[in-house]
């Protein structure tokens, strides 16, 4: 029997990249046969996200684009979208299947060998069950693995659907953590970025255990006792949740990088205040001042909501000149997003399109800045690089510093195609104009 080819795509945060490898390993049998997504395929799977309303837009997108490759596919809606709009989602065209985030690990128990396209889109979504813990984590090529060890928050920011979309705080168990991390590090993987949806939350519900209660310092601090070589990168941790045990400790540790993102939103009380966030931005800076004491030269990522209800021009003047002198090495900036069925709806003070658009414009400039700023002081510094793959003209090989800085090679000229999918020092010796860093190998410099 000839195998049916299966295609996926993944929208939004890198928890959904975990759980999107997983589930696709569910396929991997004779039935099966994996293919990119911009090919031909029996079926498509899309991963879908809700944090914004562009991201629903895009999901359209996604879905026309299957069409266009086979337009009798089988096309099968999972993840938060799918969750929070099945009836929504389920009225797209092209739409087959719509699964809840509980059946969306069972994927391949709906399916039939003919994979007919439905006149009616078939939904199967039990809202009870999201509360359910799956352990998930990403595999393939890359060197890079995203493993899950939390789902779900217990925190109720007056903008964010997620808590809607994905339930209740929950955790993997340490001992099942520690057996994929040695899992991963032993088939290869260099580098796994410890994933969810408020990791510094860890330790709620924990999955198989019941007689104790965890932390996530007791989380980091088991992770540091594996033997196995390989990084650790955190991913984003919510400023609160970050205790100064955790930084003290990360500062000396023998796998866990230099990397930080530590989501912000606002640079005014005020504005946190009616976002709910359960932090001011004095905390914030405790924490950023913290890690540039024990850690000068790490990454410190942040998140900014610009446009929020009731931002007023004083308001983003606020955040801007807070963000100015803080210490932080760039910024992801989103334009707020009014989500259903949360508090930030029901505000006053409306920010139009136009305002949003430029004060979302003038944050990226500083981010620039800041980043660029941040690049040129780890010029002439010795950098351990996981290189992944060169670029299309081949003329350079690409990775990241332990502290997060994408750097480059010169291919050719060293001949150092071996250095694909490892870890090597480099010398750091210039900065080009797109913010790449240039490096050269270590030997040349000992």
Known sequence: MMKKKVAFYTMGCKLNYAETSTIAR???????????????????????????????????????????????AFIIAIGCYAQLNSKKVSSIVGVDLVLGS???????DYLDLELLK????????????KNTYFPSFSVGDRTRSFLKIQDGCD?????????????????????????????????GVKEIVLT???????GKKIYGENRRLYTFFDLIQAIDQIKEKGRIRLSSIEPNLLKNECIEFLSKSKHFVPHFHI????GSNDILGKMHRRYKRELYQEKVNKIRCFIPD???????????????HKHFLETYHFLKKLEISSLHIFTYSPRPNTKSITLQGYVSKKIQWKRNQILRNLS??????????QVYTKKTVLFEKNSTNQEYLYGYTENYIRTKIPLNSYNLSCYRNTLQEVFITKIDQDGIMIAEPIQNYN
Do not use: W
């Open 102 to 108: 509980y059946e969306k690990f069972k994927i391949t």
């Open 368 to 377: 620039n800045k800041k980043y660029r700023f941040f690049c040129e002081r």
């Open 263 to 266: 989501p912000l939103q606002s």
């Open 155 to 187: 925190y109720k920011c007056s903008y964010c659907i997620i808590p809607i979309s994905r339930g209740a705080s929950r955790s993997e168990s340490i001992e099942n953590i520690l057996k994929n991390i040695r899992l991963l590090f032993r088939n």
């Open 196 to 202: 969810g949806v408020n990791i510094g939350d860890y």
């Open 26 to 72: 569910k396929f991997s049998n004779l039935y099966y046969q994996h293919v990119p997504f911009k090919s031909y395929a029996d079926i498509y799977v899309i991963n879908s996200c809700s944090v914004t309303k562009n991201a629903e837009v895009e999901f359209r997108h996604i879905v026309r684009s299957a069409m266009n490759q086979n337009s009798q």
């Open 118 to 129: 439905k006149s009616h889109p078939k939904i199967i979504s039990n809202a009870k069950t």
């Open 298 to 312: 790490a990454y410190i990522g942040s998140d900014i909501i610009v446009g929020f209800p009731g931002e007023t």
